[in-house]
């Protein structure tokens, strides 16, 4: 057929559509809907050109294409479209051109731009219907059905500032996900049992998976996604709930497709639920208990849009017990069930909606005399009323004729009938209420009396559903030629003469119907004794999971708020102590056990054995004592003064074993330190004092026991560690290459700016960040600064030290320029010379003030770091050029006459981490100064004015 | 040798947990230095001490001598303590930022403090 558009083709078009849909429909304002609708209705055209081929009850015919996915664990994008698909692609399509229509009319003008997010999600919904019924892939469905829960979810929350809106929205998509994750497990099942993912296959060797162990777990899976998702006893209470939806949706989702897709599953999974009677009679029980529930609720509630979910969910009832019965009755029962129902009740949404909209009054009771402001709604909504009661010449009397029939065909008639009947009947009634009620009493209302009158896009789509309710009853010769049958073909798994007719005579089925008939009338008639009456029975909507729901969802919030509370309970002490108490014990535990058998050492002895360095054993005594000094000590002071001693003996240690790099930095870096720490604290000398702290030592008994565990615990590790055997490999590698590929002899400079640069550039990014955070965390209003801040005129120092300030700056500016540049063959190198820059800096900082010594910088200190860090990345630019990898450095031979140097992008990247360093430490020197003096201010204040300013200023 | 660095750094880890257990922020933070330091000198002793040469390759020759020390602990070290000195750089900023928020550096008052607000 050269009309039909690949199956492909057509999902692509409906989610490349409804995404471009979200960008351009607020651009066309009041024809956005019409616009809009074109999407739909030219999808369904496309199906429609499919229909033909399908038309025939000989043979199944199936239209199959396959997109791989991920072929390495079988996911595809098999698409299949037949009867059974069709029938529900017809409806997501057709339905969804009205939908668009009445929703375009159904937000104001004024309100363009929601309107238009509104219709492109109803869009989005439509193609990820589209793709689960289309899918063969039982993934790919799995993954399209979640798109549908998300996208209701989006749905029915769509009026975000309602707090029922959103809870409602979280509720039908915390069970319907939920169901979903359930069936995505399911389907895991079955696709491993069965060696195929695809739906086809899977379902057409029903007894493989019969067979499997798995199969009551997985059939139990299954269920649970399909129940959930389509509003099934016990899970039933989110689609009533659901109705804080805008009704644009709820006629769409709740009637006519997304609760659908859970019958649609079990529909397709009839062949491998039916190998086992029990499933059947479970999922016979469920639909009975569900129909009878939501019809005692529907006869309870009193708003027009619950009354219909209710309605709709016995609807599901229904449709799940007809699955469960089995013959080919039954798939025609469900296929023209289907049908019928999608049309009568979007119709019934669409006027219910109209109704509320117009009056703004919700509810059943309070709407009254809308016949001559609603003409045309009101006959449309009789029309589909009538469908619902199932009186010919309605599609909904045949439906409901064969669905009478396929229970009849059931073993245990009497129950199943009965309930059959009284549920009927209880649709009857629901359907003549809302026909009558609003429309045809009470006091009759002007056009004055409502909000707005009929429009054009509202009533559309009640009145062609309702028309076509009445033309495929009439013409039943289309529905069961072109939809029905061939969906009830699909359904049975092999042809079958499709009877689907208005008139069979008299049969057991039509006394039925004129029953039901009946004691729907009696319950119209009763209507208000009947609700009294049942608000009376026993309280059935107990029986629901709701309270389950509620009970789960408060205790997991309270679970998680004890859990918070115990776990992060801001006290500092006590995360670290569990955090050591961790560290420690798997430390441990990792020695004892994970090395078994060698102990967790090798070799101690030559560990003892090993001879002492007297010099270096004095600095190792220096250093530990400075730490005890440090921790027990309770002048902070003294503290910092005892963690730079014990830095600099660190510094020592690491000259005395062959790492001069080492040293040097440790010794600017703890110089530094020391100057920082102690400009906070001296300048701050408040802080040093803590309430209730008396004596010379600080000791905690307890902590002190910690610590000693925990000190054990490292030594233990440590000599762990020294006695394991050692590989020498990497270090030898560059060792070897140092010289012939980097043109540098200092290996620990030439690892840094060369073999590891990339390391390093991330190192010096993390200096830069750290001073950025410092720079914004610290930052303050400039109007709270005095004018003289950074000035020396707080303390004014000596003569002298000024002068020998400014001497000994320009000499270790000078020094760190040096040993910037020799770093490559000698110690030295970026970090070093840039904390000896730094430290110059401080110097002259603490002489002058450090707006001066800022000002001998010319450029802000953030500034100079950001160009430390481009410069490094430049570095790295002409490797990637040249070589292909960034950061492998160049280098070239500079001819200067009488002697040639080699230089190299190494050059470029060193400086840019002296200016990295340089420029972060400057930062953060300035902002403490900064704060320093903001803080001097204010106590100056304070003194000066009195106490009462402190809390005004604060 | 070995044994006395093990003993030093244990003193060190302890002594900075001891700190770190302290109430007064500024004693934090020492105690978060200490601990750098010490972890420090655990990656130095983890590459083999014994050598006194560094590792710089002598001129007039192309490979480094087998007597000189191990470089490669030298190089993450040297990054290391940079990195530190920038984390306890960022801490004592915190401190004096929380110090202008709540004027003590009793981790515990500044519990109670957040409390009342939140």
């Not at chain 1, 909504?381 to 045949?398: D, H, N, Q, Y």
């Amino acid at each position: 057929m050269p009309f039909e558009i690949s199956l492909a083709t057509i999902l692509i078009v409906a989610f490349a559509g409804s995404i471009a849909s979200f960008f351009i429909l607020p651009r066309f304002g009041k024809l956005s809907g019409p616009v809009a609708a074109l999407l739909p209705a030219g999808l369904f055209a496309a199906f429609i050109a499919y229909l033909p081929s399908l038309a025939t009850d000989e043979q199944i015919v199936t239209h199959t294409q396959q997109v791989n996915w991920v072929p390495s664990i079988d996911v595809n994008l098999a698409l299949r479209l037949d009867g059974f698909s069709m029938l529900f692609a017809l409806l997501i399509t057709g339905i969804a051109a009205l939908v668009v229509l009445y929703a375009a009319a159904y937000y104001p003008d004024e309100k363009a731009n929601e309107r238009a997010r509104f219709i492109a999600f109803i869009l989005l919904f439509m193609s990820a219907m589209l793709g689960a019924v289309l899918s063969d892939n039982v993934i790919a469905l799995f993954i399209f059905w979640e798109m549908t829960s998300l996208i209701s979810f989006m749905l029915i929350g769509f009026k975000s500032t309602s707090a029922a809106a959103r809870k409602a929205a979280l509720q039908s998509l915390i069970i319907t996900a939920g169901g979903g994750l359930a069936l995505f497990g399911g389907l895991l099942i079955a696709g491993m049992e069965a060696g195929t993912f695809s739906l086809s296959a899977m379902t057409a060797d029903p007894e493989g998976l019969a067979a499997s162990p798995w199969f009551a777990i997985m059939v139990a899976l299954i269920l649970l996604g399909a129940f959930t998702k389509s509003a099934q006893f016990p899970f039933h209470f989110w689609l009533p709930n659901a109705m804080q939806a805008p009704t644009p949706a709820s006629a769409y989702l709740h009637s006519a497709t997304m609760v659908k897709l859970g019958i649609y599953l079990l529909a397709r999974f009839d062949p491998v639920l039916s190998q086992s009677t029990t499933v059947l009679n479970i999922m016979l029980g469920f639909g009975l208990v569900t129909m009878l529930v939501a019809a005692y609720n529907a006869i309870r509630t009193d708003g027009l849009k619950s009354m219909l979910a209710y309605s709709t969910v016995a609807s599901l009832g229904i449709l799940v017990t007809l699955i469960a019965l089995e013959g080919p009755g039954a798939s025609i029962g469900v296929a023209g069930f289907i049908l019928a129902h999608a049309l009568y009740k979007a119709a019934l949404f669409f006027s219910a909606g109209i109704v509320i909209h117009a009056t703004g009054k919700p509810k059943v009771a309070d709407v009254h005399g809308l016949l001559y402001v609603f003409p045309i709604t009101a006959a449309a909504t009789v029309l589909a009323s009538l469908s619902m009661a199932g009186l010919p010449p309605f599609i909904g009397f045949i439906a409901k004729e064969y669905v009478i029939e396929a229970k009849l065909e059931a073993s245990f008639v009497f129950l199943v009938t009965a309930a059959t009947v009284v549920v009927n009947a209880v649709l009857v009634a629901v359907a003549g209420v809302l026909a009558l009620k609003p429309f045809f009493t009470g006091p009759m209302l002007k056009k004055s009396d409502c909000i707005h009158g009929e429009t054009f896009g509202m009533s559309a789509g009640p009145a062609v559903l309702a028309i076509l309710g009445i033309a495929l009853g009439v013409f039943a010769d289309i529905p069961q030629f072109l939809i029905v049958g061939p969906a009830a073909i699909a359904l049975n798994g092999e042809p079958f003469y499709v009877s689907f007719e208005l008139w069979a005579g008299i049969t057991p089925m039509l006394l039925l119907s004129i029953l039901v008939v009946a004691v729907g009338g009696v319950f119209i008639w009763q209507w208000g004794r009947l609700r009294r009456l049942v608000a009376h029975l026993a309280p059935i909507e107990k029986l629901s999971a709701e309270r389950g729901y509620y009970f789960l969802f408060d205790g997991l919030l309270a679970l998680s708020k004890g859990t918070t509370r115990t776990v992060q309970n801001g006290s500092m002490r006590s995360y670290v102590v569990t955090t050591i108490g961790v560290v420690a014990v798997a430390l441990i535990y990792g020695i004892v056990v994970g090395f078994a058998g060698t102990n967790g050492f090798g070799d101690v002895s030559a560990l003892v054995t090993q001879p002492i360095r007297p010099y270096l054993l004095i600095v190792c005594l220096l250093v530990a004592a400075s730490a005890v000094v440090a921790s027990i000590s309770r002048s902070l002071v003294v503290a910092v003064v005892a963690v730079g001693l014990l830095g600099y003996g660190i510094a020592l240690v690491f000259l005395m074993n062959g790492a001069p790099d080492l040293a040097l930095t440790q010794f600017s870096v703890e110089t530094l330190f020391v100057v920082i720490v102690m400009a906070v604290l001296v300048k701050l000398p408040t802080i040093a004092i803590r309430r209730g702290d008396h004596g010379r030592f600080d000791f905690r008994p307890g902590d002190a026991l910690l610590s000693i565990a925990f000190a054990l615990t490292v030594f233990v590790v440590v000599l762990s560690i020294a006695t394991k055997p050692f590989d020498l490999t990497v270090t030898q590698y560059f060792a070897e290459r140092s010289l012939s590929d980097a043109f540098g002899r200092n290996v620990v400079n030439v690892i840094l700016v060369d073999f590891r640069a990339l390391d390093t550039l991330g190192e010096i990014a993390v200096v830069a960040f750290a001073a950025i955070s410092v720079w914004g965390l610290l930052s303050i209003r400039k109007t709270a600064l005095p004018e003289t801040s950074g000035d020396s005129t707080v303390t004014m120092p000596s003569l002298i030290f000024v002068t020998t300030a400014r001497f000994f700056f320009v000499i270790m500016i000078a020094v760190s320029i040096f040993v910037l540049f020799r770093g490559h063959n000698e110690p030295g190198g970026g970090f070093i010379g840039g904390l000896i820059a730094s430290a110059g800096f401080a110097v002259l900082a603490l002489a002058l003030g450090v707006n001066f010594a800022q000002k001998r910088l010319w450029l802000h200190p953030i500034v100079v770091m950001g160009i430390g860090l481009v410069l490094a990345i430049v570095s790295g630019l002409p490797g990637a050029w040249l070589n292909g990898s960034f950061l492998t450095h160049q280098w070239g031979d500079l001819n200067l006459g009488f002697t040639s140097i080699k230089i190299g992008t190494t050059m470029i990247f060193d400086l840019g981490v002296f200016l990295t360093v340089l420029g972060g430490v400057l930062a953060f020197m300035v902002r403490v100064q900064q704060q320093n003096a903001l803080v001097i201010h204010r106590e100056k204040a304070t003194a000066e004015t009195g106490p009462t300013l402190q809390g005004v200023q604060q | 040798m070995t044994v006395v660095y093990a003993a030093m750094i244990s003193i060190i880890a302890g002594a900075g947990i001891y700190m770190l257990l302290a109430r007064n922020l500024v004693r934090m933070i020492l105690g978060i230095a200490l601990l750098a330091a010490g972890a420090n000198v655990v990656i130095f002793l983890s590459g083999r001490l014994g050598s006194v040469a560094p590792p710089i390759i002598e001129r007039g020759t192309e490979g480094l001598a087998q007597t000189a020390a191990n470089s490669l602990p030298q190089a993450l070290v040297l990054t290391a303590i940079v990195i530190g000195f920038a984390l306890t750089a960022f801490a004592i900023a915190l401190a004096v930022k929380a110090y202008s928020s709540f004027q003590t550096l009793d981790t515990a008052a500044m519990t109670a403090a957040e409390g009342e607000q939140g």
